[in-house]
């Protein structure tokens, strides 16, 4: 004699549990990625209406102390400044290897304009793309 089961194993698969989960790491990933801050330095930025979207992979920041009559440089925004006769070796390490070289500069409204033609001409002679940041108006 053979023993029948009144009830049949069902072949269907609850997401609502996985759907849970993928909605908690969105979140996680949305409101984290909010907190990076790519420039550590308190920088007062010009003003610009044309902002591009392009991203750099390294960032000098220009940091004027008017009192002092002084310019410290910060690569990444690393809190510790760097010489200016390092910047360019340091930016070329960071860079080596990458297929479009792009860094951006992060000046303060307040630094002469000569600091900021120095970078660029250390983007000049390693064919480097520079990215001026500039804040929107």
């Known amino acids: ?57 390294v960032s000098v920041s220009i940091k004027h102390y008017p009192e002092q009559n002084m310019v410290s440089y910060h690569i990444n925004g690393n809190q510790i400044p760097i010489r200016f006769d390092q910047i360019e070796g340091s930016v070329v390490n960071l860079l080596r290897g990458e297929d479009d070289p792009t860094f951006s500069i992060y000046a303060d409204e307040t630094v002469p304009i000569k600091e900021v033609v120095a970078l660029m001409n250390i983007a000049k002679r390693n064919k480097f793309k520079v990215i001026m940041a500039t804040s929107p108006e």
């Open 1 to 57: 004699m053979a023993i029948k089961r009144k009830t049949k194993p069902e072949a269907s698969f609850s997401m609502s549990s996985m759907t849970d989960i993928v909605f908690l790491l969105l979140l996680f990933f949305l409101i984290t990625s909010t907190l990076v801050n790519p420039n550590a330095l308190k920088l007062l930025l010009p003003k610009s209406t044309g902002q591009i979207s392009a991203k750099a992979t």
